[in-house]
T-cell receptor
Framework: DTGVSQNPRHKITKRGQNVTFRCDPISEHNRLYWYRQTLGQGPEFLTYFQNEAQLEKSRLLSDRFSAERPKGSFSTLEIQRTEQGDSAMYLC???????????????FGSGTQLSVL | AQSVTQLDSQVPVFEEAPVELRCNYSSSVSVYLFWYVQYPNQGLQLLLKYLSGSTLVESINGFEAEFNKSQTSFHLRKPSVHISDTAEYFCAVTRTAGGTSYGKLTFGQGTILTVHP
C-alpha cells in the first residue's frame, strides 16, 4: 500500500491559464473522490468515480472544471481559464467499495495546492 | 442535505490536560459520523467513526467520541493529550444509503488543537 499520490504538490498559475492535477489512488481501490479545501474551511466534495464512471458532481464544479478517470485507474482534474477564486487545496481520496459492504474507508492524498495570481 | 458545525476553530491546551473538540450536525436523513485528523504536511486520516451500535466509539490512540442523537452532537474527547496530538481535527458526516456508508462526506470547518508543553 503506497497510499494515494497527488501531483504536483504545488501549482502557481496566472489567471486565465489552464491547469491539470493528477491523482493516483491505491491500486485496488474502485472509488475515487475529489475534494476542494480553502483556507479555514473543511474539505468540500467536488465529484467521484466508481471505476471509470463519474457518478456524481457537486454544484461547486462549474463548467470550467472537468475530471476524468480513464480505465478506472488514475484521475485528472482540469481547471480551464483559472480564476483567483480557484485558489485552494485540491484533495483526492480513494476507497474500496465492496458490493454489500457496510463500510467505505477513504484514504486521502496530501493534496495539490493551487495558487492563482 | 447535511451540515456540520465545529464550535471551536482553535483549542490550545497543555500536555496531559483533557480536551474536548465539539461537533454538531444537522441532517434530515440518517447519517454516519466521522472524525478525521490532519497532521502538518500530511493527508487527512480517519481517527474514528460511528456507524451503528454503541454510541461511544474509540480510536487506537486514546480519543473517544460519543454520538448523541437528541443533541445532534459527536464531540471528540481525550482525557490526557500529548504533544504529538497537535493537529487539525475535522468532524464529518455522510448520509446512510441502504445501511452502507458513502464516501461523499460533509466536513466541518476544522479545529486546530495545539498541545503546549
Amino acid at each position: 500500500d503506497t497510499g494515494v499520490s497527488q501531483n504536483p504538490r504545488h501549482k502557481i498559475t496566472k489567471r486565465g491559464q489552464n491547469v491539470t492535477f493528477r491523482c493516483d489512488p491505491i491500486s485496488e481501490h474502485n472509488r475515487l473522490y475529489w475534494y476542494r479545501q480553502t483556507l479555514g474551511q473543511g474539505p468540500e466534495f467536488l465529484t467521484y468515480f466508481q471505476n471509470e464512471a463519474q457518478l456524481e458532481k457537486s454544484r461547486l464544479l462549474s463548467d470550467r472544471f472537468s475530471a476524468e478517470r480513464p480505465k478506472g485507474s488514475f484521475s485528472t482534474l482540469e481547471i480551464q481559464r483559472t480564476e483567483q477564486g480557484d485558489s485552494a487545496m485540491y484533495l483526492c481520496a480513494s476507497s474500496l467499495k465492496r458490493p454489500g459492504g457496510a463500510d467505505e474507508k477513504l484514504f486521502f492524498g496530501s493534496g495539490t495546492q493551487l495558487s492563482v495570481l | 442535505a447535511q451540515s456540520v458545525t465545529q464550535l471551536d476553530s482553535q483549542v490550545p491546551v497543555f500536555e496531559e490536560a483533557p480536551v474536548e473538540l465539539r461537533c454538531n450536525y444537522s441532517s434530515s436523513v440518517s447519517v454516519y459520523l466521522f472524525w478525521y485528523v490532519q497532521y502538518p504536511n500530511q493527508g487527512l486520516q480517519l481517527l474514528l467513526k460511528y456507524l451503528s451500535g454503541s454510541t461511544l466509539v474509540e480510536s487506537i490512540n486514546g480519543f473517544e467520541a460519543e454520538f448523541n442523537k437528541s443533541q445532534t452532537s459527536f464531540h471528540l474527547r481525550k482525557p490526557s493529550v500529548h504533544i504529538s496530538d497537535t493537529a487539525e481535527y475535522f468532524c464529518a458526516v455522510t448520509r446512510t444509503a441502504g445501511g452502507t456508508s458513502y464516501g461523499k462526506l460533509t466536513f466541518g470547518q476544522g479545529t486546530i488543537l495545539t498541545v503546549h508543553p
